[in-house]
C-alpha cells in the first residue's frame, strides 16, 4: 500500500493515509517522499466529501472508523487490486496468478522489459534489482502485475486477481494454500477457474502443462481465448551452472532449479507476446538474480552455499529442495523451515507436507509459541509435526535459541543450508549468523 501511495504520488495526485501501525522500511520511504502521516492512528474526521477516492489495504477491518465514515460519505472505495485496475483500463494487461513461482516469473518478465527499453508498469510482491518501488503506475502502455488469489480487502471478500482482467494471463500451477481463507481444495480451485474466465475475449492463457491438475481446469472449456502450454525449457547444468537454450539462443544463468526453468519459460512466452524475441529474451535473462528472499544466496565460500527463501507451503518447500540438490548433487543440504502461516500451523494440513523434505540429508522444522499466540491458535504438538512430514530423522525446534545452538554446531563442510520461511525465525539474526558460520567455514 505504500509502495502505491509513492507511485501515485510521483503520478501527480494528491495523496494522503492512515495506519495504526507503520513499520521499515515502509515509514522511511513515506518519510522521504513527505507522505508519512504526521500522527499514527485512524481519523474519521479526515474522511470528507471532497476525496475522489479511498483505496482500502488488507490491514483496515470492516469496522475501521475511517472506512465507516466513508460508507457513509458514499465515497467511492477500492482495494488495492480494483485500483490497480482503474489506472490500467487502456493498458495491456499481463498477470501471473499460481501458487507459487508468481513473483519470481513477474520479476522476471519486468527484468526483460526494462533491459529491452519497454515501457510499463508493473506491480509484484518483492524487492527487485533495478527498480526503485514494488509497484509504478504510469502512463505506459502496459502494465506487468502478480495476481494473488488471496482476499482483496475486508469488505472485498474475492480473490485480487479476480479484479485485473488479464490480456496475457499466465497461471504457474496450482497447491491447495490458505486454508484460513479457503477450507477446502475445491473452493481454491474454484477460484482459478473464475480468473480463466475475467481473461480478456481475444486474450491468451500461459500455463504450466506439466501441472495435472491446472492442465485440467485448462482443458475444461474456455474456447474463447488461446492457450499455450509450457514445460521445462532446454537446459544442461555443467559445473553447478546452469544454461538455457530457446529457439536456438543461448546463455548461463544466475537462477536454478526447474521451478525457476518453468517460471522463465512461462515469461517468455509472455515477453513473446510483447514482442520481445528470444535472442533479446536469452541475453536479457542472464543477469537475472531473482528477486529478494527467492532462492536468494545470503553468502558462500569454497564449500558453503547459504540461501533464504521464501518457500512456506508444501510445493514450494519441496521444489526449493528438489532445486539445491539438482544444482548441488555433490553437497549434502540441511535445510530449515519455519511454520508461520497459519496454513501451515494448522494441524489439519500438516499432512499436505507429507515428502516435501524428502530430499534434504538433515532436516529441521522450526515454529515459534509467539507465532501461534498472534494467531491466536492452538498448541501445536511436535507429533502432528512428525507425523504430517514423515521424514525419517526430522527435527523440530519450537524455541529460537535451541535453532541458534543447533545451527552453529553443523557442519557445513561441503554442506549447503537452505533456510526457508515467509516469518523471521522469532527475530533470530539470520544475517549474522550466516556470516558468522562462513568465516569459521573458510578457516577450516
Request: charged share 25%; with cysteine.
Amino acid at each position: 500500500m505504500h509502495q502505491l501511495a509513492i507511485a501515485l504520488k510521483h503520478k501527480g495526485y494528491r495523496v494522503t493515509g492512515s495506519d495504526d501501525e507503520i513499520f521499515e522500511p515502509a515509514s522511511s520511504n513515506l518519510s522521504k517522499e513527505g507522505l508519512l502521516p504526521p500522527s499514527i492512528g485512524w481519523f474519521p474526521e479526515k474522511i470528507n466529501p471532497y476525496l475522489d477516492a479511498v483505496i482500502l489495504g488488507m490491514h483496515a477491518k470492516e469496522d475501521n472508523p475511517e472506512l465507516k465514515r466513508a460508507r457513509e460519505l458514499g465515497l467511492k472505495i477500492y482495494s488495492f487490486p480494483e485500483y490497480i485496475f482503474q489506472e490500467s483500463k487502456d493498458k495491456k494487461r499481463v498477470v501471473v496468478g499460481g501458487s507459487h513461482g508468481k513473483t519470481t516469473t513477474t520479476s522476471m518478465i519486468m527484468h526483460v522489459l526494462q533491459k529491452a527499453g519497454k515501457k510499463f508498469d508493473y506491480m509484484v510482491g518483492a524487492r527487485l534489482e533495478g527498480f526503485a518501488q514494488s509497484v509504478d503506475i504510469s502512463d505506459a502502455p502496459v502494465i506487468v502485475c502478480e495476481g494473488d488469489e488471496y482476499p482483496a480487502s475486508a469488505i472485498e471478500k474475492r480473490p485480487k486477481f479476480h479484479f485485473l482482467f488479464p490480456h496475457i494471463a499466465v497461471l504457474t500451477g496450482i497447491a491447495w494454500d490458505h486454508i484460513n481463507v479457503f477450507p477446502t481444495f475445491d473452493f481454491y480451485l474454484e477460484q482459478f477457474r473464475i480468473f480463466i474466465d475475467k481473461i480478456e475475449p481475444s486474450g491468451i492463457l500461459i500455463y504450466n502443462e506439466t501441472d495435472p491438475v491446472l492442465k485440467k481446469i485448462v482443458e475444461e472449456n474456455h474456447p474463447s481465448i488461446r492457450k499455450k502450454g509450457y514445460g521445462i525449457p532446454s537446459h544442461s547444468i555443467l559445473y553447478d551452472k546452469t544454461y538455457v537454450d530457446l529457439e536456438g539462443f543461448t546463455s548461463e544463468l544466475q537462477v536454478f532449479g526447474n521451478h525457476n526453468l518453468m517460471n522463465l519459460n512461462a515469461a517468455y512466452l509472455a515477453c513473446k507476446e510483447l514482442g520481445i524475441d528470444a535472442e533479446t529474451f536469452v541475453h536479457a535473462i542472464a543477469d537475472f538474480k531473482g528477486a529478494s528472499k527467492r532462492l536468494e544466496l545470503l553468502a558462500k565460500n569454497g564449500q558453503t552455499n547459504i540461501y533464504r527463501d521464501f518457500a512456506h507451503a508444501p510445493s514450494k518447500v519441496k521444489a526449493t529442495i528438489q532445486a539445491v540438490k539438482q544444482q548441488f548433487p555433490d553437497r549434502d543440504l540441511i535445510a530449515v523451515l519455519e511454520l508461520h502461516t497459519y496454513s501451515s500451523l494448522n494441524k489439519d494440513f500438516l499432512n499436505e507436507y507429507k515428502g516435501s523434505m524428502e530430499m534434504a540429508d538433515k532436516a529441521v522444522v522450526f515454529y515459534s509459541r509467539h507465532a501461534l499466540e498472534l494467531k491466536r491458535m492452538p498448541e501445536l504438538p511436535a507429533e502432528k509435526i512428525y507425523n504430517g512430514f514423515s521424514k525419517q530423522g526430522l527435527l523440530v525446534i519450537d524455541e529460537k535459541k535451541d535453532l541458534e545452538n543447533w545451527l552453529m554446531k553443523q557442519s557445513y563442510k561441503n554442506t549447503n543450508l537452505l533456510l526457508m520461511s515467509s516469518g523471521n525465525y522469532d527475530g533470530m539474526d539470520i544475517l549474522t549468523f550466516v556470516k558468522e558460520k562462513t568465516k569459521i567455514e573458510n578457516r577450516t
